[in-house]
């Protein structure tokens, strides 16, 4: 039992599964309500410092949030040979718009946001996350259900697609851009060297909603990769997936990783190097099962996380 360790603790449990969470003590709680979508918190806690939490989740704290952000961005970026309109979904924090421009070959990113009220929270309450990344030239703010959006694009109008939406939740907002038929649509607005890559929970806790995801991302994309990080305040390993029109992320070496990097501008990564690049995309033979099976998601048979 937790011991009484004789402060007046305010915490953050955080579900992982219906019958386990993790318990995160509370420093100060520097914004808490709820938008049209759902619940926001803005806490500081003492082993991660400052935490955006959307309804119970930690999407990002200050403490890890660049091993998340860097390692959505750049393994699909550098695998496009020019990525230069890139198209960001969900992000709200604008940490994953900030890894992205740092690529000197975009020219455009567009951020699409459901919820204007969680964005103007982290534009004044996170700017460590965003970095003024919101006001770059080459930065358009759009708030919109993302699939709504990605509807109206005109076909062939992206290189990179990046979706950070909040994990597919019944009766969440973001559980239909997890399925065939959003990405058979982005598919559509993707170019001929067009890459994707959307977070697919944890490889632990969601396993099977993690092998779904790449199951469905597999039955759209001629390349489909999975690959995952530790992110401590996830308290997991996090799964990514990619998607690819041609090129296959494992078959970029270590010195094309370098150069590339070298001639974008994109240095000091506090996580994603070279070498680091292939071991990530090593997953433990234990997830095997979980990837036998899985089954593509549908619009008609959404995958939800279970807690
Ligand atoms: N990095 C986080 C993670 O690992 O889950 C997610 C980043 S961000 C906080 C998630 C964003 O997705 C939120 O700002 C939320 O408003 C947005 N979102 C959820 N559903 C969406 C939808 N259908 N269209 C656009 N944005 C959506």
Aim: net charge negative; charged share 25%.
């Amino acid at each position: 039992m937790a011991k009484d360790r004789g402060v007046n603790w305010r915490f953050l449990l955080e579900w992982q599964t219906p019958t386990s969470a993790v318990l995160h003590v509370i420093k100060r709680v520097i914004y808490s309500g709820r938008t049209k979508y759902q619940e926001v918190d803005i806490l500081d806690t003492y082993d991660f410092g400052l935490c955006l939490v959307l309804d119970g989740k930690i999407q990002s704290s200050s403490a890890d949030e660049q091993v998340y952000h860097v390692a959505l961005v750049h393994p699909a970026m550098l695998t496009h040979p020019k990525p230069s309109r890139v198209l960001i979904i969900g992000g709200g924090e604008g940490a994953t718009l900030r890894e992205v421009l740092k690529h000197n070959t975009v020219e455009k990113a567009v951020m699409v946001d459901l919820d204007d009220e969680v964005v103007q929270l982290c534009k004044k309450y996170l700017p460590e996350f965003h970095m003024n990344s919101f006001d770059d030239p080459r930065t358009e703010i759009i708030i919109e259900d993302g699939r709504r959006y990605v509807e109206r694009l005109p076909d062939n109008s992206i290189d990179v697609a990046i979706i950070d939406v909040t994990d597919p939740l019944e009766g969440g907002p973001s559980y239909l851009l997890y399925t065939i038929e959003f990405y058979q649509l982005l598919a559509k607005k993707l170019g001929d060297g067009g890459v994707f890559v959307t977070q697919a929970t944890s490889t632990y806790y969601s396993r099977n909603c993690f092998a779904a995801i790449y199951k469905t991302v597999a039955s759209v994309f001629p390349v489909a990769r999975t690959y995952h990080v530790f992110v401590p305040s996830y308290a997991s390993e996090w799964g990514f997936v990619l998607g690819s029109k041609a090129a296959d992320p494992l078959s970029l070496t270590s010195e094309e990783i370098e150069r590339r990097m070298k001639e974008r501008g994109v240095d000091n990564l506090k996580f994603y190097s070279p070498s680091i690049h292939h071991g990530i995309f090593a997953l433990p033979s234990c997830l095997a099962q979980a990837f036998e099976a899985a089954k593509p998601v549908t619009d008609s048979s959404p995958v939800f996380m279970s807690a």
